[in-house]
């Protein structure tokens, strides 16, 4: 994906302005996922916050209010933000395992409830239908 460029970033830069790339050979496209050869690179060349942030256009830096000292700031706020609500999405995930436990077990005890009945009525349907039956056979015709 390529990005706009601004009229002054068109024009010719002088050598010491340009950015400097480095191409690093990987093996596989996992080398570049899980912890190969260029992670190990990665990590010893991090940069600082500074440069990173040198990087952002000066335009956006200010819309945001982006000073090294507010990024620092504001990501630190957005990381505790993050942790304070994946912590209250796994007490609301234990809260609601919980409450399901508690209602599976209300249901089995109201399924073994209508299950007695159940067998109950049917004994009581029986009972009644030999009556019937017997009543019938003792009836003259």
């Known amino acids: 994906m390529a990005l706009p460029l601004s009229p002054s970033s068109r024009a010719p830069r002088a050598p010491n302005q340009l950015p400097e790339v480095r191409l690093h050979q990987v093996e596989s496209i996992s080398d570049l996922h899980g912890g190969g050869s260029l992670c190990s690179y990665l990590a010893e060349e ?18 945001a209010g982006c000073s090294p000292v507010h ?10 933000l993050l942790v304070l609500t ?7 995930a234990v809260y609601l395992s919980v409450l399901q436990g508690e209602s599976l077990r209300v249901l089995a005890h109201t399924l073994r409830t209508q299950e007695e009945t159940l067998l109950k009525l049917r004994l009581a349907s029986l009972s009644q239908l030999r009556r019937l039956n017997s009543s019938e056979a003792r009836a003259p015709s």
């Open 71 to 80: 990024s620092r700031g504001g990501f630190l706020g957005l990381l505790a």
């Open 86 to 92: 994946c912590l209250v999405l796994a007490i609301l």
């Open 46 to 63: 991090a940069q600082p916050w500074d440069e990173l942030l040198g990087i952002l256009p000066p335009s956006l830096c200010a819309q």
